[in-house]
């Protein structure tokens, strides 16, 4: 009998938060997370804007100071995904262009290349860099040019799945209100069954 008013003391105990009442509270909590995941992401998305700004100045400093801020931020925030990374890609037509002029060693030799190469193009390309490399081979006659390594410019960083930060536990609340949920409800049926089968003959 002790037993059985234990288990029936069990329930109520249990019965006093009602599942709603969670259900609601996690549906806060997931709000308040997603809004934390997207400012991650936004912040994210702000600091690779300003990596390729910078890039686009020419000003190599303060694109590698851009650059180290966008390292920071993504690996220290969750959701900050750069997906396939940065590619410097201003950096690698200007040293692209430099390795033209060097392998010319004459302006005029470059400009009949640029004649030949840039109306075939719209838009800069590896086809264009190729393009003017085979015209300028005609004039120097060497194919041993320095090309820039494209691998070089393109920059991956990881963000973590988990960071200390309000997202971070604000998803850890959510996950800790979940889990109370699924164990209110498994604990509830439990005790019900048992109550039923195993006390029926009390």
């Not at 009602?18 to 806060?28: A, E, F, S």
């Not at 410097?88 to 004459?106: F, G, H, I, T, W």
């Amino acid at each position: 009998m002790v037993d059985k008013k234990r288990v029936k003391r069990s329930i109520k105990q249990l019965q006093r938060v009602k599942t709603w009442q969670l259900i609601i509270l996690l549906v806060l909590a997931v709000a308040v997370s997603a809004t934390f995941l997207r400012l991650n992401n936004i912040g994210m998305v702000q600091r690779r804007a300003a990596v390729i700004d910078a890039d686009n100045g020419g000003d190599s400093q303060i694109t590698q100071n851009r650059l180290y801020d966008l390292q920071r931020y993504v690996t220290a925030h969750m959701n900050t995904n750069l997906g396939k990374g940065i590619y410097l890609e201003a950096s690698y037509k200007r040293d692209v262009q430099v390795a033209y002029e060097n392998v010319s060693n004459d302006s005029e030799v470059y400009r009949k290349a640029q004649e030949v190469c840039m109306p075939k193009f719209s838009y800069w390309s590896q086809a264009y860099v190729q393009c003017t490399k085979v015209e300028l081979d005609k004039y120097t006659g060497t194919n041993d040019v320095n090309w820039p390594n494209p691998s070089g410019y393109l920059h991956v960083f990881v963000s973590p799945l988990w960071s200390p930060d309000f997202a971070g536990w604000s998803v850890l609340v959510c996950i800790a209100i979940l889990t109370m949920i699924i164990v209110r409800l498994i604990s509830v049926v439990t005790l019900k069954l048992l109550l039923k089968h195993h006390y029926k003959s009390i």
